[in-house]
């Protein structure tokens, strides 16, 4: 290559070189965006509710287990067909009809039912000796594959079967607490199985016939199989917080023991609207000009009666639902009877993770107790009381027992109860007729630093803001936010109140809660890299606003939980890291990736996610791995390139040589036999 060309090309590429060394970082975050991704196959979707409910039964035992010869496919069709069928047409599906097909034969699992059902650091169902329910089920799946109709159970022609059901005959870990029994529950298989005819499967429910006691909890973990979510209070280390979520008012909370299992409680309107029943009737409230602001009046009907519910909207994506819970079929064993009022935040919790009903303060379904006391949402203790249910005389909404939005704003609207034949019947009335404006707030309170503000959005003519804070602080509203007249105290829980008003319409009550903390966590993900069989510890940087420090709750979410554990209270500033102990036991393999949260949480509830994934390799695997990234291939394809280009360069100038120069002697003739001229 000629100097004049190649020069230039090896200053470019040493530049590129150095470029590259010095943003490996880039290199990598632009290869990961541009790279193309196999991603892994989802798993089917939950299918709500159908016309012609059918669901597929199989029995399991195990080769640790005596069963008692009654507990066959007989025996299960006794305690389930007849009473799932009344229970589903009393609840979600009053005009579906259910057919339930149990396997003809029971099938036996390779491995005893304490290896599947083991617990591991408080979690159960890990499972041992390279199994637990999730590979149970697959095996199960496997060994049926070619014996059943699978079309049958597909009920909306989408190639995936839909119910999936599997009994056992031995106590269930929830009744006999052996952490070497297997918990009833709804999950994913541990590998989607390809079926015949191109179906696929991916999730199940498991459960036993144990005792007729477990007919409510069989029933319920199938419901998640039509899309319901568990409503009693899920397990987090990131709340202090001990209450009892929906207590015996739903199947989906701890209903499913009513009248010791075999009189579970039907479900609840939002429980039947997630699993695609429709059992309500969705209302704006509006107001007759000339009569005083009076509204709509509704006489209900029993739910398990044929009635339906009435559903409220109160803010975006928030409502209230009543319904009328009377002494008739399933309900007949509920703690008492009369009308059930709910608030329905969808904002709150992760349906599609089953985690919903973590927090008291911002639960995705609560109960509006009539009495007052708020029991349910103080203690686990009570579950559910007849005192919690409106009856004639029962006043609600703006007055009586109050009802405000996550924002913290007092509804526009009064519920008077009354009867009327006998059936509770609800007034609804409005002080001039409900709000001109929408007023919008922070979600469940406001979370600050000691200097920040709130903000706040809503305008009408003639708006006057009448607001205190209760920590002292002078405030006055501009430029949309609240604004303190001096800097907070970290530490404060605070509450402004008081109300806005407008030239028309009822006056807006405000009690909206803040806390002030000396730092808010960033929200981020983070990758990393863990030995697969070692303990070790791994550091999660964590960036904040505010310059404090602050006690923070931490806990650890998703399949991350399984490996991974840390401090549940920590006091956390600019610099901090979250330690994680990574502790694999038998759960990890080489290449096997792990994800899940980091969460970070006040007292209050408010929680900052950092999004983890860890892939588990050897220290030597982790070495090749680290010299085959791009921001280290990259400058070393680059430093080659440049190296090749200047070896290329040629080292003569292309001149006529000067007679000095000595000139090397070519002969015509070689030494090389092959050259002789063999006709000289």
Request: charged share 25%; hydrophobic share 35%; aromatic share 8%.
């Amino acid at each position: 290559m000629r100097p004049i060309i190649g020069w230039p090309i090896a200053i470019i590429l040493a530049l590129l070189t150095v470029g590259a060394y010095l943003n490996g970082d880039a290199i990598n975050e632009w290869i990961r965006e541009n790279s193309v991704v196999v991603q892994e196959e989802e798993a089917g979707p939950l299918v709500g509710i159908v016309e012609n409910e059918k669901w597929l039964v199989v029995l399991v035992d195990f080769p640790d287990v005596n069963e008692p010869e009654y507990c066959n496919q007989q025996h299960a069709s006794n305690l389930i067909d007849d009473a799932a069928e009344v229970f589903m047409n009393q609840g979600v599906g009053p005009d579906s009809t259910l057919e339930i097909v149990y396997h003809d034969r029971i099938i036996s699992a390779d491995h005893k039912l304490a290896d599947y059902g083991h617990d591991t650091n408080g979690a159960k169902d890990v499972g041992k000796n390279d199994v637990n329910p999730r590979i149970l089920a697959m095996e199960i799946v496997l060994k049926i594959k070619d014996e059943v109709d699978w079309a049958k159970f597909d009920l909306n022609d989408d190639g995936w079967v839909d119910r999936f059901l599997i009994l056992h005959c031995e106590e269930t870990q929830e009744d006999n607490k052996k952490a070497s029994s297997i918990n009833s529950h709804f999950s994913s298989i541990e590998e989607i199985v390809e079926l015949p005819d191109g179906l696929k499967i991916s999730h199940y429910a498991i459960s036993s016939q144990y005792s007729s006691r477990y007919l409510g909890t069989i029933i319920h973990e199938v419901y998640h199989q039509l899309g319901a979510a568990d409503l009693y209070p899920v397990e987090d280390d990131t709340v202090n917080q001990d209450w009892s979520g929906i207590g015996d008012w739903d199947i989906m909370g701890t209903g499913n023991w009513n009248g010791n299992g075999v009189w579970p409680a039907l479900p609840t309107g939002p429980s039947i609207e997630l699993m695609g029943g429709n059992r309500h009737q969705e209302i704006e409230l509006e107001w007759l000009s000339g009569t005083d602001c009076q509204g709509p009046q509704y006489v209900f009907t029993g739910i398990s009666e044929e009635g339906t519910a009435l559903k409220i909207p109160i803010d975006d994506e928030e409502y209230i639902w009543i319904e009328y819970r009377s002494d008739s079929g399933y309900d007949s064993d509920l703690p008492g009877h009369g009308l059930l009022v709910l608030q329905h935040d969808l904002k709150s919790g992760d349906v599609e993770d089953n985690i919903v009903n973590s927090h008291p303060e911002r639960a995705w379904l609560t109960v509006i107790e009539a009495d007052g006391q708020n029991d349910m949402q103080q203690s686990s203790d009570n579950e559910g009381e007849s005192s919690d249910l409106f009856w004639d005389g029962g006043i609600f909404g703006a007055d009586g027992i109050t009802i405000r939005n996550r924002d913290g704003i007092l509804v526009d609207w009064i519920a008077n109860v009354s009867l009327e034949d006998g059936k509770p019947m609800v007034k609804f009335s409005s002080a001039n007729c409900g709000h001109s404006i929408d007023i919008d707030l922070p979600d469940y309170g406001s979370v600050l630093t000691p200097n920040d503000s709130i903000p706040i959005k809503g305008y009408c003519e003639g708006i006057d803001y009448d607001l205190y804070s209760s920590d002292g602080r002078n405030i006055e509203v501009q430029d949309e936010k609240i604004i303190f007249s001096d800097t907070g105290i970290v530490g404060v829980v605070g509450v402004i109140t008081g109300t806005i008003t407008c030239d028309s319409g009822t006056d807006i009550d405000i009690r909206h809660e803040f806390e002030i903390l000396g730092n808010i966590p960033i929200e981020y993900s983070y990758s990393g890299i863990i030995d697969p069989y070692e303990k070790s510890s791994l550091a999660i940087p964590i960036e904040f606003v505010g310059e404090g420090s602050q006690l923070w709750l931490v806990g650890v979410d998703g399949p991350l939980s399984r490996v991974a554990t840390t401090e549940n209270v920590q006091k956390l500033s600019k610099g901090s890291d979250i330690i994680l102990d990574i502790e694999p036991g038998e759960l990890l393999s080489d290449g096997m990736v792990v994800k899940g949260e980091i969460i970070i949480a006040s007292d209050s509830g408010h929680r900052y996610i950092i999004d983890v994934e860890l892939v588990a390799e050897t220290s030597e695997e982790s070495t090749f791995e680290e010299w085959t990234t791009p921001d280290k291939l990259v400058p070393i394809a680059l430093a080659l390139a440049t190296l090749w280009v200047i070896l290329g360069i040629r080292s003569f100038s292309g001149e006529v040589p000067s007679e000095e120069q000595e000139v090397p002697t070519v002969p015509h003739e070689g030494y090389d036999p092959s050259l002789i001229d063999p006709f000289s």
